[in-house]
């Protein structure tokens, strides 16, 4: 559950970017829009890595380590939320990094569904 929250959050944050990107918000509810979710994720990925290794799950926490480490990377150096004056700079950058970051979570959504329904076939044959 809390991986679809992380690509949600990334979503609303795509959607804030190209919403700011045709002109249809202002910068300052874009910002702030994105900067409100930001927080959540950064938790949200920390406890699914927690998650996995608390659970054995090493392949999948290894995984979740780099993704893990950038965020932490950015939260140390203040880097994290967007500036409202700097957004239209970064804009190009900003979709950049939240498209990367949501193809990053979707292929680790995909490979833990793969490991659950590996793990569920496999102990059907023991019955």
């Not at 929250?5 to 910002?31: G, K, V």
């Not at 290794?53 to 780099?66: A, E, F, K, N």
């Amino acid at each position: 559950m809390s991986g679809n929250s992380c690509i949600l959050r990334n979503l609303l944050q795509l959607m804030a970017l190209a919403d700011l990107e045709f002109d249809y918000i202002n910068p300052y509810d874009s910002s702030s829009r994105i900067n409100k979710v930001i927080l959540p994720e950064y938790i949200t990925e920390g406890v699914l890595c927690l998650f996995f290794l608390v659970t054995g799950h090493w392949c999948m926490s290894l995984l979740c380590v780099p993704y893990l480490y950038y965020n932490v990377r950015l939260y140390t150096r203040k880097q994290h939320l967007v500036d409202v004056t700097e957004i239209f700079n970064m804009l190009s950058w900003e979709k950049k990094q939240r498209l990367f970051k949501l193809g990053y979570l979707i292929a680790l959504l995909f490979l833990s569904i793969f490991w659950m329904i590996l793990t569920a076939l496999e102990d059907g044959d023991y019955d």
